[in-house]
């Protein structure tokens, strides 16, 4: 069955990828839209394109929430014939002007559990964003008031969050995950928690929270995982004075021992100033 978008606010939809249950969200206005991430390939984004257009004809802009190829290697696919404009953070732009690094990452992250995957991202084509956010940047979208933020380092050193205020919708990226942990492997653990606290300033008790991966939840959701990551940062700064290995920090932390290693890690060397 193809993926199709499902309405979660007034005109804001969320499509789930059904391998890494990657959201997508689009935000419709008049004679305008806003896609928000663009999968991984350019068969998911082709087959993106045509979900968008069974809901809106309108022309669309792209927002890449971070540069991790889940979530900004469909660009090319997206944003040609005719050329969109497509945001990014600076920071995730400029990485995004590496691509054979991020193909080669990518493949090297897929291809035990997922060869298929790993093959075709391999084989896809970057296009890198046209437009750069420095802390926020507002965009008129049909109509409709849609900001983009930077809330800090967290999930990456880049991360954009898109706030639909008159839908009370806060699209979060991978600075939130329902469908597994969040992801350290490039992460800033001791910084995320600070993230997540400034999403929480823009969120009421009926807001619709996108995370990167996974089901829509609510600011209670937010609130619940943001004391997790504020245990993890706890427990990184004391095991990293009183000298302990990151594999005892991991052990005692939140998350999981994999995810919570990568993050002792991380954490460690933000706090040696290597990160």
Avoid: K
Avoid at 49 to 72: E, G
Avoid at 132 to 145: A, F, I, N, Q, S
Avoid at 157 to 178: C, I, K, N, S, Y
Wanted: aromatic share 4%; proline share 7%.
């Amino acid at each position: 069955m193809a993926a199709r978008f499902v309405e979660v606010a007034d005109r804001v939809h969320v499509l789930r990828e059904a391998v890494l249950h990657v959201n997508v969200t689009l935000v419709v206005g008049d004679g305008a839209a806003l896609i928000v991430d663009t999968l991984s390939t350019a068969g998911q984004a082709a087959a993106l394109a045509d979900a968008a257009r069974a809901v809106t004809t309108a022309p669309w802009t792209l927002v890449n929430t971070h540069h991790h190829f889940d979530h900004c290697f469909g660009n090319a696919t997206l944003a040609t014939d005719p050329p969109r404009p497509v945001y990014a953070h600076e920071i995730a732009a400029e990485a995004m002007r590496e691509p054979d690094r991020l193909r080669r990452e990518a493949y090297a992250e897929l291809r035990d559990e997922h060869p298929a995957l790993a093959g075709e991202v391999a084989a896809t084509v970057l296009l890198a964003p046209t437009h750069t956010v420095h802390g926020e940047t507002v965009l008129d979208v049909g109509g409709r008031r849609v900001v983009l933020r930077h809330p800090g380092r967290g999930h990456t050193a880049g991360d954009l969050v898109v706030h639909v205020p008159d839908a009370d919708v806060l699209v979060a990226g991978d600075l939130v995950e329902q469908s597994g942990p969040p992801a350290f492997e490039e992460s800033y653990p001791l910084q995320w928690p600070d993230a997540v606290a400034e999403l929480l300033l823009t969120t009421t008790p009926a807001t619709v929270v996108v995370p990167g991966h996974g089901e829509p939840v609510d600011a209670g959701f937010v609130r619940a995982q943001h004391a997790q990551l504020v245990e993890l940062a706890r427990l990184i700064r004391a095991g990293h004075a009183g000298g302990a290995p990151p594999e005892r920090v991991a052990a005692e932390a939140p998350f999981g021992v994999r995810p919570a290693l990568h993050a002792a890690r991380r954490g460690y060397a933000e706090l040696d100033g290597t990160a």
